[in-house]
């Protein structure tokens, strides 16, 4: 619930009701990031290498068929980040496999 003071100018008001923007737009930026974080694949690094290379694909072909960018794709086939479902999904797509075998399985890690 929002008080208003009855004190306060107008512009004391206004500034009072943008901080309180403010603070909420950071707490639901905060909340959708954590979870984005929370979601992201263990890439199989060596198989995504394997599949690009035996479709003859360098990381700026599969950069233009995904719009993945070839610095994520680097980063990925050298398991030096995770990666979002939806880039998994685009990756998977492009090279003609399901998603799951291009994640990292239980045990291989």
Do not use: H
């Not at 960018?69 to 979002?84: F, G, Y």
């Amino acid at each position: 619930m929002i008080t208003v003071c009855t004190r306060c100018t107008l512009g004391e008001q206004t500034t009072r009701l943008s901080w309180i923007k403010i603070n909420v737009v950071i707490i639901v930026f905060l909340s959708y990031n954590d979870g984005v974080m929370k979601k992201l694949l263990e890439v199989d690094g060596m198989k995504l290498r394997e599949l690009r290379r035996e479709r003859a694909l360098s990381q700026q072909d599969l950069e233009r068929i995904t719009g993945v960018a070839q610095s994520t794709l680097s980063a990925l086939e050298s398991s030096k980040r995770d990666a979002q479902p939806r880039t998994v999904r685009k990756l998977a797509e492009a090279l003609g496999v399901e998603p799951r075998e291009l994640m990292v399985r239980s045990g291989d890690a």
